[in-house]
């Protein structure tokens, strides 16, 4: 049974950082590709960044560019989301999710993603 477990949420003011994990168990985890999609209320699921198997190659949505960082554990099976300079407009629930087949062209579709994690609430507060 595949499980992605994040933790790292929590409540901060603009301008601080948080660092999200999501472990990753039941798969091979150098397998996939994997991803961080946030959903804020009454939005849609939309993409944060992403980072292929092997963990050269790294994308990002433009609005947080130069501010949050994507990078995996492959010996730990988990992958990482370093978020500095938090903006109120980060708030949202972020979700890991595990794709397999890594279609480079639909990174950013979280339809392209076989697993997804409960989710981590992020609350910035200005």
């Known amino acids: 049974q595949v499980q992605l477990m994040e933790s790292g949420g929590g409540l901060v003011q603009t301008g601080d950082s948080l660092r999200l994990s999501c472990a990753a168990s039941?798969?091979?985890?150098?397998?996939?590709?994997m991803a961080w999609f946030r959903q804020a209320p009454g939005s849609e699921r939309e993409f944060v960044a992403a980072?292929?198997?092997?963990?050269?190659?790294?994308y990002y949505r433009d609005s947080v560019k130069g501010r949050f960082t994507i990078s995996r554990d492959n010996a730990k099976s988990t992958v990482y989301l370093q978020m500095n300079r938090l903006e109120s407009e980060d708030t949202a629930v972020y979700y890991c999710?595990?794709?397999?087949?890594?279609?480079?062209?639909?990174?950013?579709?979280?339809?392209?993603?076989?697993?997804w994690g409960q989710g981590t609430q992020v609350t910035v507060s200005s």
């Open positions: 999710a595990a794709d397999g087949n890594e279609i480079l062209s639909a990174i950013r579709d979280p339809r392209t993603y076989d697993y």
């Open positions: 039941g798969l091979t985890f150098n397998r996939f590709g």
């Open positions: 980072i292929r198997r092997n963990g050269g190659y790294t």
